[in-house]
Structures are given as structure tokens and as C-alpha cells.
């Protein structure tokens, strides 16, 4: 199975709480969804100023979604538009 052959360290950084990074993953897969509006934007904004921890998650989860995109669409020139 692929996904034994990937760390888990990936899908839970040090230093930041699986349930951080559940709820980060969370938001940005909504944020992503054609349901999310502005209200959506500035709450995912409050959530991400709320903690460092918050805010690390985020990032983290913003760049491996960004990696997942690239590794699906190497042409892309912006792999968070697909």
C-alpha cells in the first residue's frame, strides 16, 4: 500500500498536533470547495491567528497540497489554482 511508504511525519508535523493539522486540512479542502465565501475566508483568517500552531499548520498543509498538485499536474504554473 503507497501510503505506508509515506512518513507520518508528513501528514503530522513536529511540533504541531494531529488534531491541528486535521482541522487545517479541514479548512483548506472547504476553502477550496465552491460552498466557501468571504465569512469562510475570515474565519479560516481568525482560526490561522488564534495560534502559531494554527498558523504553521496551514502553511504546512497549504504546501503539501501544493506539492500533491504538482506531482498531479507538473505543467501547471500555479499549482494552488488546480
Known amino acids: 500500500m503507497i501510503w505506508k511508504a509515506v512518513p507520518e511525519s508528513l501528514f503530522h508535523p513536529a511540533n504541531i498536533s ?19 465565501d468571504e465569512r469562510d475566508i475570515a474565519a479560516f483568517t481568525h482560526w490561522c491567528a488564534r495560534s502559531g500552531e494554527h498558523e504553521r499548520a496551514a502553511l504546512e498543509v497549504i504546501h503539501f497540497w501544493s506539492l500533491l498538485a504538482m506531482a498531479i499536474h507538473p505543467d501547471c504554473d500555479d499549482p494552488l489554482a488546480s
Not at 18 to 36: E, M, Q, T
Open 18 to 36: 494531529p488534531g491541528v493539522v486535521d482541522a487545517a486540512v479541514r479548512w483548506v479542502i472547504w476553502l477550496r470547495s465552491d460552498a466557501a
